[in-house]
């Protein structure tokens, strides 16, 4: 529903994902600096309304990327949430969109976003690739104990750290 402020895309068990072949170094410290409302559980920013979300949640919100270079959308994404659930058809639409391959990642969940909608797919620094089922108890893509897997070239790049 489209509030003055943007759209308000709730909904359980979705997840909402956007890449970025941007490095992360290039992007202004200022598109991630939140203001908070609703006793400080809402946040907007730039990227925020540059896709025209109303707000977001920051404990739904998850980044992940590389400092240099290119990484795998399933290494990046699935790092993040560690679910099988919506990585098929997430790579799907990321090779659709030719984005096997990402610096960073950007995973909102429990929000189905829609471009129709907002009629925002991009911006400068970021494409928004789909909105995906998401099941917390599905199986895990990684083991979590997994050292080999594990990628120390990758950085967690939340912003609400």
Do not use: H
């Not at 404990?59 to 990327?65: C, I, S």
Request: aromatic letters at 14%.
């Amino acid at each position: 529903m489209k509030k003055a402020d943007g759209y308000d895309f709730s909904k359980k068990y979705k997840v909402s994902v956007w890449a970025s072949q941007v490095p992360y170094a290039d992007v202004p410290d200022a598109y991630f600096e939140e203001t908070f409302s609703k006793k400080n559980t809402r946040a907007v920013n730039q990227w925020s309304r540059n896709f025209n979300l109303q707000y977001f949640k920051p404990e739904y919100l998850e980044t992940n990327g590389t400092q240099e270079g290119l990484v795998s959308i399933e290494v990046a994404a699935g790092e993040c949430s560690f679910s099988t659930s919506y990585i098929q058809p997430l790579l799907s639409k990321a090779r659709k969109k030719k984005l096997g391959e990402v610096s960073w990642v950007v995973l909102l969940f429990e929000l189905e976003y829609s471009a129709k909608i907002s009629g925002v797919e991009k911006d400068p620094y970021l494409t928004f690739l789909g909105a995906f089922d998401y099941d917390e108890e599905a199986d895990n893509l990684y083991d979590v104990e997994d050292p080999d897997v594990y990628d120390e070239d990758l950085i967690d790049t939340r912003v609400d750290q």
